[in-house]
């Protein structure tokens, strides 16, 4: 620092600490001293005088005084002359008969004084001389501050000096304005005692020891002021100083200034690169959740029909070649991957935005993990590992838990698991918690531990630092493996969500071992039985008609074609409005419902339907690839009686429509046998004649259900013997079963004889 900068430094300095030091000093000092009394007694009467109503109204009352060393006392004698106010008073005359005494710095008036007579109410006046109105001598013209004060039993009280008001018959007097009104006490030069209108023959004594006036002699707000003020000098004082130095500086500086323009030129464009930046982020933030939601539905979209596809082909199994079936095997699991990937990004980002909730339900807890192990042992003896599966005993039969996100938990750790070891073994064990409290919000629970230990790789202690960090992959780059890294971050978060958090110990080469604790509540019922085991080939009973509501073909088309396959009758509608139409042609019996359509999306169709009597009851079984509880919730307050996300599995969509339908499944049954209508097996038919049946045929092409429909008509009119034939074309056309229409009209018009 130069010599040019710091005596003006130094100066300041001495300033800012002479007030640091002043500013509390005299703000005690105010508090605690500082003060002024005026006190007016029988020691320092202050010129006392009396008066009464003989002078100013022409009346009889007579006051006089009494003076001793401790009081002074007026002695009241009303007269009996009628007059408009009768009164005595006590009158004393403080400083000089113009500039008077300043009052406006006093806050409390204490008075020590006795009274006798009735009422016990006395006034205070406080005469102020304003040069504007006043006259000296005259007191009728000073402002006339006035207070009616109602005398407490005891001798001595005080009152704030703020209760003076300017008396309203001298406002009216002087014309002063309302604006001009307020309490003015700066040149006080008179302070008088007077009586209330008194009653005629009833005399009163007024005894007054003292009259005390008390307040500051600076006010707190000038006080303030005035430091604040020294504050601000100072302030301006050191600006004046600093913008001094500068003056001498810039015309040594002049280059230095230019460099330090720049430089805060470029600070100022990175500080607003920097907030516009933050905005952007804030932007991008706010867009995440519906970006990562509309590209969950647009991914799952086309995935739904790959996959519906992949488990229709491999229901056919028997029919592949070997190499077909690798194939169709490599398509399945790829399609799985893409889903775990998409299910990992949207619970990520649930979990970061807080909107993840858990679903707890009483739960078989040696069932549930068992089928966790049974599907991790298949992973891990197909890379020739040994899985052991350790369950403790004295572990409770049924807890209440969140079944899917625990699964999801477990299956991460345990895949990883196996990912990452060569040789070896992967373990899970299921053990007490250690130190678990018994109840948990009143509720039995018991403390579990879930330890999942592999012999692979390992991992360093820099490794360690990041592992739940999202996007971390273990391994070095020569063994990292398929995944986005998501697994270990979103299983922290749901065991955080859970209530626990997850552990781990790990040394580079000797493997791992990952454990988290959980408190689970003890269940009082059974746990909700399992889906049955059997495949859902075909079913028992008469065909029940589907109706399938999807914009997309390719997902129309693979569900019309797994449920015909399965010995449903299905037709298919592109949007809402298509549905409702064919609600009363087609009558289904269970609805396939698309949630985003054009025209009429799903919801708002199942609120149509519901509000239609005739349908008020059919199932609804609402499928979307917008996975989110929200949309669940959505589907269910628009009348759904269940709810699937895309890709849909097979299995989950005929369990769900066999419970809806109550349907009882045949364990082994070739569906392809099932779809034909019951009565098409064996009975023989009576057919149409051979132009007839090339008629339908070319109906059958072009997929014209209704002439079909009316042909069918047509020949129960031509001969009732036609009637079981144009009972299966009418359901067949019901059903928008092209494919099976065209192979039942095919089958009698290769056998039909032209004119027949």
């Not at 006798?116 to 000296?136: C, D, W, Y």
């Not at 007490?432 to 629970?445: H, K, R």
């Not at 149409?688 to 079909?708: S, T």
Request: glycine share 6%; charged share 20%; proline share 6%.
């Amino acid at each position: 620092m130069n010599q040019t900068l710091s005596r003006p430094v130094k100066i300041s300095s001495y300033l800012v600490t002479l007030l640091l030091v002043a500013t509390p000093t005299l703000l005690i000092w105010h508090h605690f001293g500082m003060t002024r009394t005026l006190e007016i007694s029988a020691r320092q009467p202050h010129g006392v005088r009396l008066a009464d109503d003989r002078k100013e109204l022409n009346g009889d009352s007579v006051s006089t005084l009494t003076r001793t060393d401790d009081a002074l006392t007026m002695h009241c004698q009303p007269g009996a002359t009628q007059v408009v106010y009768r009164f005595c008073k006590m009158q004393f005359l403080v400083g000089d008969p113009i500039r008077g005494v300043d009052f406006s710095q006093f806050e409390t008036i204490t008075f020590d004084l006795r009274y006798r007579g009735e009422p016990q109410v006395i006034k205070l006046h406080l005469m102020n001389f304003e040069p504007e109105l006043s006259v000296a001598g005259d007191w009728n013209s000073q402002r006339f501050n006035e207070a009616e004060i109602k005398l407490p039993p005891q001798p001595v009280f005080t009152i704030p000096l703020n209760v003076l008001h300017t008396a309203e018959w001298w406002r009216s007097s002087y014309k002063v304005p309302l604006s001009q009104s307020y309490t003015r006490l700066d040149h006080v030069t008179a302070i008088e005692l007077s009586t209330v209108t008194l009653t005629p023959g009833q005399p009163v004594a007024l005894e007054l020891r003292s009259i005390k006036f008390r307040g500051k002699w600076i006010s707190k707000t000038n006080l303030l002021m005035g430091l604040v003020s020294a504050w601000i000098g100072c302030g301006l004082l050191g600006l004046s100083l600093g913008l001094l130095h500068l003056r001498f500086s810039l015309s040594a500086s002049n280059s230095r200034l230019d460099s330090l323009t720049a430089i805060d030129r470029e600070r100022k464009a990175a500080e607003a690169a920097r907030e516009a930046a933050l905005a952007e982020a804030l932007r991008l933030a706010r867009q995440r959740s519906n970006f990562i939601a509309q590209m969950s539905h647009e991914l799952r979209t086309p995935l739904n029909a790959i996959m519906g596809y992949a488990q229709l082909l491999r229901r056919d199994g028997h029919q592949l070649t070997e190499q077909q079936a690798t194939s169709l095997a490599t398509i399945h699991e790829s399609g799985q991957h893409l889903l775990t990937l998409i299910n990992d990004i949207l619970d990520l980002a649930r979990v970061e935005a807080g909107k993840m909730a858990l679903y707890p339900a009483a739960t078989a807890l040696a069932a549930f993990l068992k089928g966790v192990a049974d599907i991790v042992r298949v992973k891990a003896e197909e890379k020739g590992l040994v899985f052991h599966y350790e369950l403790a005993a004295g572990l409770p039969d049924t807890v209440i838990i969140d079944q899917t996100r625990l699964r999801q938990v477990l299956l991460n750790l345990l895949g990883n698991a196996v990912k990452f070891t060569d040789r070896g073994t992967v373990s899970l064990r299921i053990l007490p918690a250690p130190a678990a409290p018994a109840v948990v919000d009143g509720q039995p629970a018991a403390g579990l531990r879930f330890e999942v230990t592999d012999s692979g790789i390992g991992m360093s202690a820099q490794q360690l630092g990041r592992v739940f960090q999202p996007f971390e992959q273990m391994g070095n780059m020569e063994r990292r493996e398929g995944g986005a890294g998501l697994g270990l971050a979103i299983s922290q978060q749901l065991v955080r969500l859970m209530g626990g958090a997850i552990a781990v110990v790990s040394e580079p080469g000797k493997g791992s071992t990952f454990w988290f604790d959980l408190l689970a509540p003890l269940a009082a019922g059974s746990p909700a039985g399992a889906r049955p085991p059997h495949a859902m080939g075909a079913y028992e009973g008469e065909r029940k008609r589907l109706l399938i509501v999807d914009d997309v073909p390719q997902n129309r088309a693979m569900l019309v074609a797994l449920l015909q396959a399965t010995g449903f009758v299905v037709a298919a509608a592109e949007n809402g409005l298509e549905c409702l139409v064919l609600l009363d042609s087609f009558q289904p019996e269970l609805i396939v419902m698309d949630v985003m359509m054009p025209l009429l999306d799903g919801n708002e169709t199942t609120r149509r339907i519901r509000a239609m009597p005739a349908w008020r009851r059919t199932p609804i079984i609402t499928v979307t690839a917008s996975a989110s509880p929200e949309d669940a919730s959505r589907s269910y307050a628009a009348g759904a009686d269940a709810f699937l996300v895309k890709p849909i599995d097979h299995d989950a969509l005929l369990h769900t429509i066999g419970t809806l339908l109550s349907l009882s499944w045949i364990a082994g049954a070739d569906a392809a046998e099932s779809a034909i209508p019951a009565d098409d097996a064996g009975a023989p038919l009576a057919v149409p004649p051979a132009p007839q049946i090339e008629a339908l045929w070319q109906l059958a092409q072009l997929g014209n259900m209704r002439e079909i429909r009316k042909w069918a008509d047509h020949l129960q009119t031509l001969d009732p013997a036609y009637a079981p034939f144009a009972a299966r074309l009418h359901t067949l056309a019901r059903g928008y079963q092209s494919l099976a229409l065209s192979a039942f009209v095919a089958r009698y018009r290769e056998d039909a004889a032209p004119g027949d």
